[in-house]
């Protein structure tokens, strides 16, 4: 069973860094993309960041270019999102997710999130 594990979200302020983790399960780690999603209640699910497998391809939305910093570990099987100069703007619940071998907007496989709230 695909599991999906998130972790390191909390309460920052403007300009702080988070570290958020995604710890992963249940499938064969370094054949698949891992991708970084966020969404604010009321709005469209954001695809935020994701990396692929094999040529390792990192992909980052225009808002968090410069500041956010997606890594994978196949070793330990885990995913991180490095987040720098955080903005309010970037408040969300952020899911990581999974299943297929490049990144995709509708991966099938997703965590349970992690609150993100970034004080102005």
């Known amino acids: 069973e695909v599991q999906l594990v998130e972790s390191g979200g909390g309460l920052v302020q403007a300009g702080g860094s988070l570290r958020l983790s995604c710890a992963a399960s249940?499938?064969?780690?370094?054949?698949?993309?891992i991708g970084w999603f966020r969404q604010v209640p009321g709005k469209e699910r954001e695809a935020v960041s994701c990396?692929?497998?094999?040529?390792?391809?990192?992909y980052y939305a225009e808002s968090v270019k410069g500041r956010f910093t997606i890594s994978r570990d196949n070793s330990s099987t885990n995913v991180y999102l490095q987040m720098n100069s955080l903005k309010p703007e970037d408040t969300a619940v952020y899911y990581c997710?999974?299943?297929?071998?490049?990144?995709?907007?509708?991966?099938?496989?997703w965590g349970k999130g992690t609150l993100v709230t970034v004080s102005s």
């Open positions: 249940g499938f064969t780690f370094d054949g698949y993309a």
């Open positions: 990396i692929s497998t094999g040529d390792g391809s990192i």
């Open positions: 997710a999974t299943g297929r071998p490049g990144c995709s907007r509708r991966p099938p496989h």
